[in-house]
């Protein structure tokens, strides 16, 4: 089993800065890619970013393509994961989640962190 605890996100005014982290601990050995996902209220989970543990090969969801100011990277471990946000808008608000996946191709989630909220204010 694999548990992930987010931390770091809060409350931060339009074209601030946030940086979350994930630590993961328990059968980590297992996931070979992890993730953030993001959910606004109403509106469906979407990826934002996604990082091989191995590797380190990244990927970024439509939400985010083209924004430089977002982005997902990853200690040399492979255990923790970090997201780094900057020029943050409110439409960046949402409860953000790491996620965990036992194969890098994969679409399903193996494994879901209990989320932290990112409210970004005008």
């Known amino acids: 089993q694999v548990q992930l605890v987010e931390s770091g996100g809060g409350l931060v005014q339009a074209g601030g800065s946030l940086r979350l982290s994930c630590a993961a601990s328990g059968s980590i050995d297992s996931i070979k890619a992890m993730a953030w996902y993001r959910q606004a209220p109403g509106k469906g989970r979407e990826l934002v970013a996604g990082i091989t543990t191995v590797r380190g090969l990244t990927t970024y969801g439509n939400p985010v393509k083209g924004r430089c100011t977002i982005s997902i990277s990853r200690n040399n471990a492979g255990n923790t994961v970090y997201l780094q946000m900057e020029s943050l808008q409110p439409e960046d608000s949402a409860v953000y989640y790491c996620?965990?996946?036992?194969?890098?191709?994969?679409?399903?989630?193996?494994?879901w962190g209990q989320g932290t909220q990112v409210t970004v204010s005008p």
């Open positions: 996620a965990g996946k036992r194969e890098i191709a994969q679409m399903e989630v193996d494994y």
